[in-house]
T-cell receptor, first 117, second 112 residues
């Protein structure tokens, strides 16, 4: 079964450092997403991406965050200057379609745990 | 924006009993309501979803009901098994809207 792959599984960084989290979405999917989950809390939407541009972003996704699809397979989330409160599990997801066409099903990766010290 | 509330936050049942998790949403335009199961160390996995033109959907031991008037939907698991133990999230999204909003999650424990 196709799956969304995320690397690294766990990253520890110092406050103020830049972090890049990587994702390989399912190959025929067109919509890509990043969500985050602070320990013990709900899964929160960060950003959605389609056709090489951001289609929606939440209030959490401020100027320190950016996303990119550098090639045909990877989808990255960059945090420019990490803060302690950025410590969380970051989930990448992809979907075949962003519309309710019967295919708006999100497939999540296993997550990347970010620990900021 | 959409706000999804989920109850209870924890639920413990005996194996074989039923479990019910309830969610409410705020945006009347929401019309897609998936349920995700998250096991320890894994990402959320879709287990069932329902669209606004349907009031109830069933898949083996899992069923979901939707009341659009009251803006609430529920997950029902019958004949629970220990492997059903996980955190369950409800979510809601609107047509043409990619920002799916999640509830806070319910930690279900099924005791053998």
């Amino acid at each position: 079964e196709p799956e969304v792959t995320q690397t690294p599984s766990h990253q520890v960084t110092q406050m103020g450092q830049e972090v890049i989290l990587r994702c390989v979405p399912i190959s025929n999917h067109l919509y890509f997403y990043w969500y985050r989950q602070i320990l013990g809390q709900k899964v929160e939407f960060l950003v959605s991406f389609y056709n090489n541009e951001i289609s929606e972003k939440s209030e959490i996704f401020d100027d320190q965050f950016s996303v990119e699809r550098p090639d045909g397979s990877n989808f990255t989330l960059k945090i420019r200057s990490t803060k302690l409160e950025d410590s969380a599990m970051y989930f990448c997801a992809s979907s075949e379609s962003g519309r309710l066409s019967g295919a708006n099903v999100l497939t999540f990766g296993a997550g990347s745990r970010l620990t900021v010290l | 924006g959409e706000n999804v509330e989920q109850h209870p936050s924890t639920l413990s049942v005996q194996e074989g009993d039923s479990a019910v998790i309830k969610c409410t949403y705020s945006d009347s335009a929401s019309n897609y309501f998936p349920w995700y199961k998250q096991e320890l160390g894994k990402g959320p996995q879709l287990i069932i979803d329902i669209r606004s033109n349907v009031g109830e959907k069933k898949d083996q031991r899992i069923a979901v009901t939707l009341n659009k008037t009251a803006k609430h939907f529920s997950l029902h698991i019958t004949e629970t098994q220990p492997e059903d133990s996980a955190v369950y999230f409800c979510a809601a999204s609107t047509y043409n809207n990619n920002d799916m909003r999640f509830g806070a999650g319910t930690r279900l424990t099924v005791k053998p």
